[in-house]
């Protein structure tokens, strides 16, 4: 079972302006899969806000995975993958490169996203578009792949 806990990053969710239907969804894919949602949480659209959840979940010892949603996309106040990447210890860009490649098909602008991946301590972090179909399509390139992520993450290195 994977502990993984939901960052939602949005200004219109977290002001009350805007229902937040995508992290809900993460949650359902969660738990239909087996795994355990280890917390969620809403944050505005701030880069020390966001930077600072992210720590708290990946240093508090309690999550293994980390799925943001929203504020990968070319706006300015998009800045999810800023705040990803001062926390992280590396990259897993392959990650990111399939969840682009994955929502391309549907939606040309998947290539828009600027989402991140990457790893702090044992905990990986990966951010996933804010709508409801990118977060579909992500969700589907990630399942086949999360358990075994977690297990090299946790020293489990066999193939």
Same mark, same amino acid.
């Given at each position: 079972?994977?502990?993984?806990?939901?960052?939602?990053? @949005?200004?219109?969710?977290?002001?009350?302006?805007?229902?937040?239907? =995508?992290?809900?969804?993460?949650?359902?894919?969660?738990?239909?899969?087996?795994?355990?949602?280890?917390?969620?949480?809403?944050?505005?659209?701030?880069? =020390?806000?966001?930077?600072?959840?992210?720590?708290?979940? #990946?240093? &508090?010892?309690?999550?293994?995975?980390?799925?943001?949603? &929203?504020?990968?996309? +070319?706006? #300015? %106040?998009? $800045?999810?993958?800023?705040?990803?990447?001062? $926390?992280?210890? %590396?990259?897993?860009?392959? /990650?990111?490169?399939?969840?682009?490649? #994955? &929502?391309?098909?549907?939606?040309? =602008?998947?290539?828009? @996203?600027?989402? $991140?991946?990457?790893?702090?301590?044992?905990?990986?972090? /990966?951010?996933?578009?804010?709508?409801?179909?990118? $977060? %579909?399509? &992500?969700?589907?390139?990630?399942?086949?792949?999360?358990?075994?992520?977690?297990?090299? +993450?946790?020293?489990? =290195?066999?193939?």
């Amino acid at each position: 079972m994977v502990r993984i806990a939901i960052l939602t990053v @949005s200004d219109g969710v977290t002001a009350g302006t805007r229902v937040d239907t =995508t992290g809900p969804a993460i949650a359902e894919w969660a738990a239909e899969a087996g795994h355990a949602v280890a917390g969620t949480a809403v944050v505005p659209d701030e880069t =020390t806000r966001i930077a600072a959840q992210l720590l708290a979940w #990946a240093d &508090g010892g309690g999550t293994d995975v980390i799925l943001t949603t &929203g504020g990968t996309g +070319l706006a #300015a %106040r998009d $800045v999810t993958p800023e705040a990803t990447c001062a $926390v992280l210890d %590396r990259e897993a860009p392959g /990650i990111a490169e399939a969840l682009r490649r #994955a &929502g391309l098909p549907h939606v040309p =602008t998947a290539i828009i @996203s600027r989402g $991140v991946a990457g790893i702090r301590g044992a905990t990986l972090i /990966i951010n996933l578009p804010g709508s409801p179909g990118g $977060v %579909r399509d &992500g969700l589907a390139v990630l399942a086949p792949i999360l358990a075994h992520a977690v297990r090299h +993450l946790q020293g489990d =290195t066999e193939h």
